[in-house]
């Protein structure tokens, strides 16, 4: 049987087997196909004005996702193999706390002023408390987190949308039928394991996550298929 060396670079020497048909493993299951060969199937996309962030996601030749950010002029794009994202995203409420806490601690100063009659300075410092609820809507979210199926590392995430839930559910759905079909097709035990670990290389390669997250990444498949 022949087979793929993942790790020049590895302490530990894992190799993909190759799998029993007239294609690899590396080129069917794991290799990103190039632009020429992408299929698109599913695309998505979430604007959130008062964050001024823009979202897409872009669900290709069944297993593979790209999803993009925009942060006023920042961009940043990844690529993600479903078969290796965990089966259920975890919902994540941001709240920005410094504006709340300045809303709050004017809130206070402005019942202490009108308190002593200074109604003036009270509407300005209920004008400051105002002012910091917006920027705490502003600056929180509710969203959904992906994460890699057992190296637990954030993939990206998504606006829990409420105004077009249905729509919303589909997706996420899709998501998860297509990563679940395409694990499903990957071979067991060490041929499993050594593909968990060459995606988070190839996602640390590409700068999706860091070097920290990958070593942490990589103890924690191992311990999943030492258990």
């Known amino acids: 049987m022949s087979a793929l060396s993942l790790a020049a670079t590895e302490s530990e020497q894992i190799e993909l087997a190759a799998v029993q048909n007239r294609h690899s493993l590396y080129s069917d299951l794991l290799q990103v196909p190039d632009l020429a060969s992408r299929r698109h199937e599913l695309v998505f996309e979430q604007k959130n004005r008062l964050l001024g962030?823009?979202?897409r996601i872009v669900l290709f030749n069944g297993r593979y996702l790209e999803w993009?950010?925009?942060r006023g002029r920042r961009?940043?794009?990844?690529i993600i193999n479903l078969a290796f994202l965990a089966?259920?995203?975890s919902a994540y409420r941001e709240i920005a706390w410094r504006s709340l806490s300045v809303a709050l601690l004017a809130l206070i100063v402005a019942g202490l002023l009108l308190a002593v009659g200074q109604a003036v300075?009270?509407?300005?410092a209920l004008g400051m408390s105002l002012l910091g609820v917006?920027?705490?809507l502003r600056g929180s979210s509710r969203?959904?987190?992906f994460y890699t199926r057992n190296g637990r590392v954030v993939m990206f995430d998504l606006f829990d949308q409420r105004g077009d839930r249905k729509r919303f559910a589909k997706v996420v759905g899709a998501l998860q039928l297509r990563g679940e079909r395409a694990w499903a097709l990957l071979p067991d035990s060490k041929e499993r394991l050594a593909a968990e670990v060459a995606e988070h290389r190839r996602l640390m390669q590409e700068g999706a996550i860091s070097q920290a997250q990958y070593e942490r990444a990589k103890q924690r498949i191992?311990?999943?298929y030492s258990d």
Do not use: D, I, K
């Open 121 to 124: 300075a009270a509407l300005a």
């Open 143 to 145: 969203r959904l987190l």
């Open 75 to 78: 961009e940043v794009t990844r």
């Open 222 to 224: 191992f311990r999943c």
């Open 87 to 89: 089966g259920s995203p």
């Open 134 to 136: 917006g920027f705490c």
């Open 53 to 55: 962030r823009y979202r």
């Open 68 to 70: 993009t950010e925009q």
